[in-house]
């Protein structure tokens, strides 16, 4: 799986031209799904946003409004009532899964109990593109300090990559840099740090930071 991890979507022409890399072509000839599944696990989201997330409205949704070939819908917490046998044919098919943001615990919780994460490993041709939550359930730890979901057991999340994602720095109040830095003493691993203009471009072992912003990488 080729994976675009992003804190706020495909917001300027180098995160564009880095997904389009990874697809090995335009947007308007790559089938879509969105999964909007994270956003009921986080108070700051509700109706609204989802809605806004499959539709590609303002002030979310900026990745379902990329020109795509075909655009799906794919909600992880109705697959274990539907059954492999239809959903995981929608999966292999899609060239490209968009993942929104909300809380990662919650999205790692319906993306384990809905066996996507288990047909992940198979995915090797899909492209992963993640909106801050949407990109931190691939971490191995997301921190406490963005658990928002009241049943998540701890902070672990998928640990697909190596490092873990401070999303949205100087979006918010509590995203300074030096919030980030106390965050990361309690990661216990390689971290980035990054703001709305940054994505995190990984392909097999390449890794790579693709930003018209501000970043920084915090070793531990």
Not at 17 to 29: F, I, S
Not at 59 to 74: E, I, R, S, T, V
Not at 198 to 211: F, H, K, R, Y
């Amino acid at each position: 799986m080729k994976l675009l991890l992003t804190s706020g979507g495909v917001t300027n022409p180098s995160i564009h031209a880095a997904l389009v890399g990874l697809l090995g072509g335009p947007t308007t000839e790559a089938t879509a799904l969105c999964i909007p599944t994270a956003q009921w696990g986080h108070p700051m989201c509700g109706p609204v946003s989802a809605r806004n997330s499959v539709t590609g409205e303002p002030p979310h949704g900026g990745l379902a409004a990329l020109g795509w070939k075909a655009l799906g819908l794919l909600e992880l917490s109705a697959l274990p009532t539907v059954g492999a046998d239809r959903w995981v044919p929608w999966v292999r098919e899609a060239d490209v899964l968009l993942v929104d943001g909300g809380d990662a615990t919650y999205l790692c919780h319906w993306m384990r109990e809905s066996g996507l994460a288990d047909l992940l490993p198979e995915l090797t041709d899909t492209v992963w593109v993640g909106v801050s939550a949407g990109s931190m359930v691939l971490t191995p730890r997301i921190g406490t300090d963005f658990v928002e979901w009241a049943s998540a057991p701890d902070d672990r999340t998928l640990g697909v990559v190596d490092f873990s994602i401070f999303p949205h720095l100087d979006v918010f109040p509590e995203n300074t840099m030096a919030d980030a830095e106390r965050w990361a003493d309690g990661i216990d691993g390689p971290a980035y740090v990054i703001d709305d203009q940054t994505a995190i471009s990984v392909d097999g072992e390449a890794v790579e930071v693709v930003s018209e912003g501000s970043w920084r990488l915090l070793a531990p």
